[in-house]
Nanobody
């Protein structure tokens, strides 16, 4: 069973930057999509950014031009560079990968445990 481990969250002032990382360990040989979600207190979890194995990226409107997602399929790692952070970016950020071990024909969703990002005004 693959596990995702996130790092890079923290406390930052408005306008600051953070870089989140998420690495998969265990048997996950083929990853089709990697992404980052966030959940603010009292709100539903929402997609922030995603990247496919073909490097197609998608961003939530409020982060376009400020966040950049990138992936390393060799290292099974996804990154989220967050610049010009705003208080509304505060939340628990989760990494998600869609993939499967080599012996299986169907994909599964794998989630990280979450890393807290807090932006102060």
């Amino acid at each position: 069973q693959a596990q995702l481990v996130e790092s890079g969250g923290g406390l930052v002032q408005t306008g600051g930057s953070l870089r989140l990382s998420c690495t998969a360990s265990g048997r996950i040989d083929s990853i089709s999509t990697m992404g980052w979600y966030r959940q603010a207190p009292g709100k539903q979890r929402e997609l922030v950014a995603s990247i496919t194995s073909g490097s197609t990226t998608t961003y939530e409107d409020s982060v376009k031009g400020r966040f950049t997602i990138s992936g390393d399929n060799v290292k099974n790692t996804v990154y989220l560079q967050m610049d010009n952070l705003k208080p509304e970016d505060t939340g628990l950020y989760y990494c998600k990968m869609v993939g499967r071990p080599a012996w299986r024909m169907w994909d599964s969703d794998y989630w990280g445990q979450g890393t807290q990002v807090t932006v102060t005004s």
